[in-house]
């Protein structure tokens, strides 16, 4: 098996979660007569009548992650076991959802990989392996995942980690057309979510806000889904200052950033997840990230909104023209992005219908938008919030407390930079009429580094602004260094009404009320970084844990039914389909994504137990018991190179490397290399792998731009040391 670039990849062992059923009133009579992947508008809009497919990455056009299919129930649940697995040869980390239409099951994997395989069994059919270029492969903020295909009239459509867009055909994984989505290769630009299908164009949107010192300029950009001819390109955020905007949209926006902004600087805003399509209104619906950098005081003094950052925007698929917009979080300065997924639905309004979006926010507001108008129907807090008190429902804006403004000293935010739900799917249930929210109720600290006496005065993108996670770790003079003083956060425990400061929860939210139905902690302490969530007709909720767990609970109730241990870690949504009457659940597993950033998993994660496998495993009833991957065996620190000599060295390249690597490196299990591991080929390698891109074939890229070359010695001291310590500890140990 090789990589993008021809490398040869390790095998990864196999296994795929399938659970089927179909509902009695199908009849399998289209299958047959249809070619391979043949979704077209009339089959997505009447997704119902069809249950054994799951056509999108949520489901149905509304993105609802919701199956009418009911075989497998709160009875049946019990019998529930492993059916099928697929080895995805890689192993760093799968956040997609499964396809499935007619039988067969395309997905995504690292890099922008596509795999095509017989839903029944598992079986492969086809696989394709994009020739990602090494200089463009940039390194995403969150490591080199996918989330998802679309597959459309016999075309399944990926976006590469580097940018390309591909369209590939559906019965044999031919590619049948590429286009490069950059406007700008010299920029970290990336893309790693998955496109929309609006009419006759495919939509793609990119990311790259938090990465480099500028970080990115946002937009969308939409292309023939035939020909993959370019047909229109919308820009989130303004052009640098002095540059022509290039309509009246992007003008309007530039009204709403400092006059002095410095031209430097891209903007961000970058919609790099959270795409829907209305057919009826032939509007794209895309959620948009945060302004860059976090410390907007180096664009201006001015507090002005930045648009269309951290915004909902509606564009007309026709011709890329906005109709609407609405911004959750004005002037964002805690990385409150808008990309969580957008579930399109009829909820009942004051009495009457409405045809409505939702979006359980990063920011921890709940929002219910008219979809046609953009009007603000509802806002409510999902979980603890302390950066605003509540949304004006007259003019839509926060209403700030002030007890998060870092600028005046150390602040603990809730939610955090994590967001109170990130990219990970919630679920709405047309029976219960509840949505199951994937909940992260863990605060940060947001520290203005350059003015809080510590020894790092910025980080990457974020400047000179630093956010460290309050938990059970949390320990405010341990954290003094390199951040400089830190507070004690312990009051918060209980101004939370809880013991723990940091917890992950299952929320089953009315959005009608505003009011949780019930719910189910499943961390505390730490972020386990669970996974999404689906419901079913059958009166299910799934989701998967970073411990390797799938859960299956009661929806209308939350009473926990069925656990599935395989013995990976879970962070994707499970889906379910049928095949011959049938019933199958699958999901997508394998560590990597936001998790490998920051502190090292729990030892309960199935990361610190289990080898970082990624596969794809299904389940159905009367299945097994899931195989696992083989237990990580304790290894022993290679002796280092010879002990560096110069404290002052050392400390210099522990500040760049938390500068410039500890967004992806870390000291512990991760699917990043722990570089205390460093074999003598590879430290003799070193300039040339940090400097210029020497393995950037497996996703380390080159940092010449932002590194000299004393920077990358003074790493290496650090590293070398930090390998030290690692070896005599461990001789200390087992002498």
């Not at 406007?183 to 990465?211: C, E, F, Q, R, W």
């Not at 309007?252 to 209305?278: E, I, M």
């Not at 980080?459 to 341990?478: C, E, L």
Request: hydrophobic content about 40%; overall charge negative.
């Amino acid at each position: 098996m090789k990589g993008p670039l021809g490398i040869p990849l390790l095998s990864c062992t196999l296994v795929c979660i399938v659970t089927g059923w179909i509902a009695s009133a199908w009849q399998p009579s289209v299958a047959s007569s249809l070619g391979a992947g043949d979704v077209n508008p009339e089959r997505l809009k009447a997704a119902d009548s069809e249950p054994q497919n799951w056509y999108t990455g949520g489901r149905d056009g509304g993105g609802t992650y919701y199956s009418p299919l009911s075989q497998i129930d709160v009875k049946a649940v019990s019998k529930l076991g492993f059916a099928w697995s697929y080895d995805l040869a890689t192993n760093r980390g799968q956040e997609a959802t499964p396809i499935v239409v007619d039988g067969v099951m395309y997905t995504s994997g690292t890099w922008g990989y596509v795999y095509a395989v017989d839903a029944a069994s598992g079986r492969e059919l086809w696989r394709f392996v994009p020739n990602v270029h090494p200089t463009y492969a940039r390194n995403p903020c969150c490591d080199l995942v996918n989330r998802g295909v679309s597959v459309w009239k016999g075309v399944v459509y990926v976006a590469s980690v580097d940018g390309y867009l591909h369209a590939l055909n559906a019965s044999t994984g031919q590619q049948l057309w590429e286009a490069d989505t950059v406007v700008n290769h010299k920029l970290p630009y990336s893309s790693t979510g998955a496109p929309v299908i609006a009419g006759g164009v495919v939509v793609i949107g990119i990311g790259g806000s938090d990465m480099g010192h500028f970080g990115v300029r946002g937009y969308l950009s939409a292309y023939d889904a035939v020909s993959g001819a370019f047909r229109w390109r919308f820009y989130t955020v303004p052009p640098a200052r002095g540059k022509p905007s290039e309509n009246a949209d992007v003008a309007a926006a530039a009204a709403t950033w400092d006059s002095g902004r410095s031209p430097k600087f891209n903007g961000g805003g970058t919609a790099w997840d959270g795409l829907a399509y209305d057919a009826d209104l032939d509007l794209v619906y895309a959620g948009t990230g945060n302004p860059a950098p976090y410390d907007l005081r180096v664009l201006g003094a001015g507090n002005l909104d930045c648009l269309y950052t951290d915004s909902i925007v509606a564009i007309h698929a026709s011709s890329g023209r906005l109709a609407w917009h609405y911004q959750e979080t004005p002037h964002d300065r805690w990385d409150f992005d808008a990309t969580q997924k957008l579930v399109l639905t009829t909820l009942s309004v004051g009495g009457k219908p409405r045809n409505v979006l939702m979006q359980a926010s990063k920011n921890g507001f709940f929002y219910v938008i008219d979809r046609k108008t953009g009007e603000l129907l509802s806002a409510d807090a999902f979980t603890y919030v302390n950066w605003a008190s509540r949304i004006d429902r007259t003019t839509g804006r926060p209403i700030l407390t002030g007890q998060a403004d870092w600028y005046s000293g150390p602040k603990a935010v809730y939610p955090s930079a994590a967001g109170a739900h990130t990219w990970n799917p919630m679920s709405y249930d047309r029976q219960t009429l509840l949505v199951y929210i994937p909940v992260i109720d863990v605060a940060n600290v947001w520290v203005d580094l350059a003015h809080n006496g510590g020894s790092i005065h910025y980080i990457d993108s974020s400047f000179s602004a630093g956010a460290v996670t309050v938990d059970d770790g949390y320990d405010a003079a341990a954290a003094n260094q390199p951040h400089g003083p830190m507070p004690d956060v312990s009051p918060l425990s209980k101004l939370r009404g809880t013991t723990k400061l940091a917890r992950e929860i299952l929320r089953a939210w009315n959005p009608l009320t505003g009011k949780t139905a019930w719910e189910v902690v499943t961390s505390s302490g730490f972020r386990g970084f669970d996974g999404g969530i689906m419901s079913t007709a059958g009166n299910l909720v799934f989701q998967g844990r970073g411990s390797g767990e799938l859960f299956v609970y009661r929806a209308d109730t939350g009473e926990k039914l069925k656990i599935l241990d395989t013995g990976s870690h879970i962070v994707a949504a499970p889906m379910t389909y049928a095949v011959n009457g049938e019933q199958f659940v699958a999901v997508q597993v394998g560590y990597g994504g936001a998790a490998i950033m920051g502190a090292p998993m729990p030892p309960q994660s199935a990361a610190r137990r289990y080898q970082n496998v990624n596969r794809i495993i299904a389940f159905k009833l009367g299945g097994g018991d899931v195989p696992k991957p083989a237990v990580i065996e304790p290894t022993s620190f290679p002796k280092p190179p010879a002990p560096p000599g110069d404290p002052a060295r050392i400390a210099a390249g522990a500040v760049r490397f938390e500068q410039e690597c500890s967004r992806c490196h870390v000291w512990g299990p991760s699917s990043t290399p722990d570089l205390r591991r460093l074999d003598a080929s590879l430290h003799g390698a070193f300039d040339e792998i940090v400097l210029h891109g020497l393995l950037g074939a497996v996703g380390m890229e080159r940092f010449d731009d932002v590194l000299t070359p004393r920077d990358v010695e003074d790493i290496h001291e650090y590293i070398i040391s930090e390998s030290w310590a690692a070896y005599d500890g461990q001789k200390a140990l087992h002498p």
